[in-house]
């Protein structure tokens, strides 16, 4: 069982979507994610930006050792 004071804690915030209609978040260390589910699904598919770039492409999906709290919608 796994202690949640052991996972990394993010704190997500809504602030549009891409071209693509993907929602983007930004979290509390100024990183963007993509929901490349496009927001469809009851928990986001969050993948890491390139570039950190609001239009850029989804890279890397987020680790299994992150817990997330959408502040915003």
């Not at 993907?22 to 490349?36: E, M």
């Not at 969050?46 to 989804?58: D, I, M």
């Given at each position: 069982m796994r202690n949640l004071q052991d996972t990394h804690h993010?704190?997500?915030n809504y602030i549009g979507s891409d071209y693509f209609v993907r929602p983007v978040y930004k979290d509390q260390y100024?990183?963007?994610w993509k929901d490349i589910d496009l927001g469809d699904s009851k928990?986001?598919?969050l993948?890491?930006?390139a570039n950190n770039c609001f239009e850029?492409?989804?890279m890397s999906p987020i680790?299994?050792?992150h817990t997330f709290?959408?502040?915003s919608e």
């Amino acid at each position: 069982m796994r202690n949640l004071q052991d996972t990394h804690h993010l704190l997500l915030n809504y602030i549009g979507s891409d071209y693509f209609v993907r929602p983007v978040y930004k979290d509390q260390y100024g990183n963007l994610w993509k929901d490349i589910d496009l927001g469809d699904s009851k928990k986001p598919n969050l993948y890491s930006v390139a570039n950190n770039c609001f239009e850029g492409e989804p890279m890397s999906p987020i680790s299994e050792d992150h817990t997330f709290k959408i502040m915003s919608e």
